[in-house]
C-alpha cells in the first residue's frame, strides 16, 4: 500500500507538469483552450495542399517527427527559412495586392505586408504570419491564378522542391 506522503509528493509532481504544460494554452472565453501560435513550429520549407479547385503552395513544416508535413507553422520578422518565406512573398505579391521584395528575407517590408493583409481582413495586425493569416489570404495555383481557400485542414499532397 502506498504511503500518504508518497501519494502526496505523485500529486505534487502532476500538478507542476500541468501547469508548465499549461503554458502556450489559452482559454479564450468559449470553454475550450486554444494553443497560441507561438507554441506552433517554425515554418521550414515549402508544400503543396489541395484546395476545392486547385493546389497551391504554402510555406510549411516539413521536418514533423513523423512522416506527415503541415501547414500549420508560423514565421515573424528574422525567420529564416528562404523557401518558406518566398513563398510568403509570392502570395502577397501576386494575390494579395502587396509590394514587398520577393528575396527570401523576412524583414520588416515583409512584416508590414502581412500586417496590410491581417488588418485587410480583421486580424490582430502584428506582421507575424501564422494559421490565422494562412486562412485570409489568397495563395497563387501552378495555372497563374490565386485560390483562398487554403486552410490548416487542407490536405497536403507533397513537400514542394
Known amino acids: 500500500m502506498a504511503s500518504k506522503g508518497g501519494i502526496a509528493v505523485l500529486v505534487l509532481f502532476g500538478l507542476a507538469a500541468l501547469a508548465s504544460a499549461d503554458s502556450g494554452c489559452q482559454n479564450n472565453g468559449d470553454d475550450d483552450f486554444d494553443f497560441d501560435s507561438q507554441s506552433a513550429s517554425t515554418c521550414d520549407g515549402v508544400v503543396v495542399v489541395q484546395s476545392a479547385s486547385a493546389s497551391a503552395q504554402v510555406p510549411g513544416n516539413t521536418s514533423l517527427v513523423s512522416s506527415d508535413s503541415s501547414v500549420s507553422c508560423v514565421m515573424r520578422e528574422g525567420s529564416d527559412d528562404e523557401e518558406a518565406v518566398t513563398a510568403l512573398q509570392t502570395a502577397l505579391v501576386q494575390c494579395n495586392g502587396q509590394n514587398v521584395t520577393i528575396d527570401g528575407n523576412f524583414g520588416a517590408a515583409t512584416s ?8 485587410q481582413h480583421g486580424l490582430p495586425a502584428d506582421g507575424a504570419y501564422g494559421p490565422s493569416t494562412l486562412e485570409v489570404m ?3 495555383t501552378g495555372s497563374g491564378g490565386c485560390v483562398s481557400s487554403v ?9 514542394a522542391s
Open 112 to 119: 508590414q505586408a502581412v500586417a496590410n493583409v491581417q488588418r
Open 138 to 140: 489568397s495563395w497563387p
Open 151 to 159: 486552410s490548416v485542414s487542407s490536405v497536403v499532397v507533397d513537400e
